[in-house]
């Protein structure tokens, strides 16, 4: 198993700046992704977290909207950039262990006003 | 392209009450997963099962691989076991480790 957090747990922010979430896992993962779930829709995968090299997107996800770091095995950030009220959404990081099972993190609940 | 149903949407029950929530999937799968998420928006992995039947407390999980069907089943719910309940499978897009969920299932369990 993998215990994952995430900071911060929520947030509001103006529409034009940027946010940076960090998720930290309790346990060194290979693959790691960011989730984004906008209200009333389900999960959609954002990208996923390469340790040393840039991340995966996926289609409708660009680096210079969601750009990704992931420096070690335990850690990774998504930054939101020139946030508009349309990304206001839940954000989960997730890992995958052996055998195909993935562990969410709690969320990052974002308000853009 | 895979897609994940599940029913119902929403479901209303009272304490006590066995409940059901359906999941089907359209392409063949390595693995489903079924996870709750409580209000706050964290999400909690359940189970993820290929075949057969899993248990853990008062949840099971059942799978029919050839009808492309899954069951998440709650014995004597009670109001905490209120959340929103999202199956989920790998094998979207080639790549295995990629979930396709569905858009969820609301309970609601009244005392």
């Known amino acids: 198993s993998a215990v994952i957090s995430q900071k911060p747990s929520r947030d509001i922010c103006q529409r034009g700046t940027s946010l940076t979430i960090q998720c930290q896992v309790d346990?060194?993962?290979?693959?790691m992704f960011w989730y984004r779930q906008q209200p009333g829709q389900s999960l959609t995968l954002i990208a996923t977290?390469?340790?040393?090299?840039?991340?995966?997107?996926e289609s409708g996800f660009v680096i210079d909207k969601f750009p990704i770091s992931r420096p070690n095995l335990t850690f990774s950030t998504l930054t939101v950039s020139n946030m508009s009220p349309e990304d206001s959404s839940i954000y989960l990081c997730?890992?995958?262990?052996?055998?195909?099972?993935?562990?969410f993190g709690p969320g990052t609940r974002l308000t853009v006003t | 392209k895979n897609e994940v149903e599940q029913s119902p949407q929403n479901l209303t029950a009272q304490e006590g009450e066995f409940i059901t929530i359906n999941c089907s999937y359209s392409?063949?799968?390595?693995?489903l997963h079924w996870l709750q998420q409580h209000p706050g928006g964290g999400i909690v992995s359940l189970f993820m099962?290929?075949?057969g039947k899993k248990k853990h407390g008062r949840l099971i999980a059942t799978i029919n691989i050839q009808e492309k069907h899954s069951s998440l089943h709650i014995t004597a719910s009670h109001p905490r076991d209120s959340a929103v309940y999202i199956c989920?499978?790998?094998?979207?897009?080639?790549?295995?480790?990629?979930?396709?969920f569905g858009k969820g299932t609301l309970l609601t369990v009244n005392p």
């Open positions: 997730s890992v995958l262990v052996p055998r195909y099972e993935q562990y």
């Open positions: 977290a390469n340790q040393g090299s840039e991340a995966t997107y």
């Open positions: 346990s060194q993962v290979t693959m």
């Open positions: 392409v063949g799968i390595s693995a």
């Open positions: 099962l290929s075949s």
């Open positions: 989920a499978d790998n094998n979207s897009g080639g790549s295995n480790y990629k979930l396709t």
